[in-house]
C-alpha cells in the first residue's frame, strides 16, 4: 500500500495503464467481501483495450489464495470487480467491487474512482456505495485517498 502513495510522483515515467492496473490490484487488496468470492476472483474491464491489456499482468497474481482472473466484462453477471471507464453504464450489483476510471463520486454506480491529479494518479473512495454493495474497505486503504466520501 505504500507503494501506492509513493508511486503517484513516477505517473510520468510509467505507463498509464501498467499504473492503473498496480492501482486496482492493491484496492482490491485491501477490501473485504461479506460473501468472498469463490476461486478465481474475476475482475471484469469494462474500457479500452490497453487497460484490459495492463490488467492482464495481475493473472499471474494471487490475492488471499484466490488466482485472479482477468476479463473483458462481456459476462458481467461473473464480475468481483468491475473497472469501467466515466463513458461506460455499468449498473452496481450486490458483493461486486466498482471501481471507475476518471469518474466523479458520487455517481451512484461506484466505490472508487481513479483520478488524475496534476501528473499523479490518485484515487477517491464513496464508502456508503461500497457498503451498499456489501465491500468493506480498510482503513489503511482509506488513509491513502484523495477524497472519502
Known amino acids: 500500500m505504500a507503494a501506492m502513495a509513493t508511486v503517484g510522483g513516477c505517473f510520468a515515467q ?16 485491501f477490501s473485504q467481501w461479506d460473501h468472498p468470492p469463490d476461486d478465481p476472483l474475476t475482475i471484469c474491464v469494462q474500457m ?3 487497460l484490459l491489456t495492463a490488467m492482464g499482468t495481475l493473472q499471474a497474481k494471487r490475492l488471499d489464495g484466490r ?12 464480475c468481483d470487480v468491475r473497472v469501467h471507464g466515466a463513458q461506460t453504464s455499468v449498473t452496481p450489483a450486490a458483493d461486486v467491487l466498482v471501481i471507475c476510471d476518471a469518474c466523479q463520486l458520487p455517481n451512484h454506480t461506484s466505490a472508487v474512482a481513479l483520478v488524475r491529479e496534476g501528473n499523479k494518479l ?8 461500497a457498503r451498499s454493495d456489501r465491500i468493506l474497505l480498510s482503513s489503511q486503504l482509506l488513509r491513502l485517498a ?4
Open 122 to 129: 490518485r484515487f477517491d473512495v464513496d464508502v456508503a456505495r
Open 67 to 78: 488466482r485472479l482472473l482477468v476479463t473483458d466484462g462481456s459476462m458481467p453477471s461473473d
Open 14 to 29: 510509467v505507463d498509464e495503464n501498467s499504473l492503473k492496473a498496480a492501482f486496482v490490484y492493491n484496492i482490491i487488496a
Open 146 to 149: 484523495r477524497r472519502v466520501l
Open 48 to 50: 479500452n483495450p490497453a
